[in-house]
Nanobody, 134 residues
């Protein structure tokens, strides 16, 4: 059974930092690209960051809104992907999800408004809430 479990969310003041963890099981990291996504109240889900596999092993992607502030990394031995978030802003407040896909481009946004831009992600966690106060 495939599982992805996020942890590390919480309440932090603007300018602070958090590290999210995504512990996964039921598949091999080398077979999947892992990504972080977020959804704020009343807004659509957006892609945050991805770390690739196979031909894209180690390749990373960041949304423009988080470049220079967030860092994605992995511990293959522990089947865990991390998202280090620094200089957090109130607009970063959202539920953060990790997800897995067999193709890198599914993670960076591939699809249409009708399909959704992340329809290719195969497995999703349940999310962890990040709240950034002023």
């Amino acid at each position: 059974e495939v599982q992805l479990v996020e942890s590390g969310g919480g309440l932090v003041q603007a300018g602070g930092s958090l590290r999210l963890s995504c512990a996964f099981s039921g598949f091999t990291f080398g077979d999947y690209t892992i990504g972080w996504f977020r959804q704020a109240p009343g807004k659509e889900r957006e892609g945050v960051s991805c770390i690739g596999h196979n031909d894209n092993a180690g390749k990373t992607y960041y949304a423009d809104s988080v470049k220079g502030r967030f860092t994605i990394s992995s511990d293959n031995a522990k089947n865990t992907v991390f998202l280090r978030m620094d200089n957090l802003k109130p607009e970063d407040t959202a539920v953060y999800y990790c997800a897995a896909a067999t193709r890198y481009f599914y993670c960076t946004g591939y699809g249409s408004p009708e399909q959704g831009y992340f329809y290719g992600m195969d497995y999703w966690g349940k999310g962890t809430l990040v709240t950034v106060s002023e």
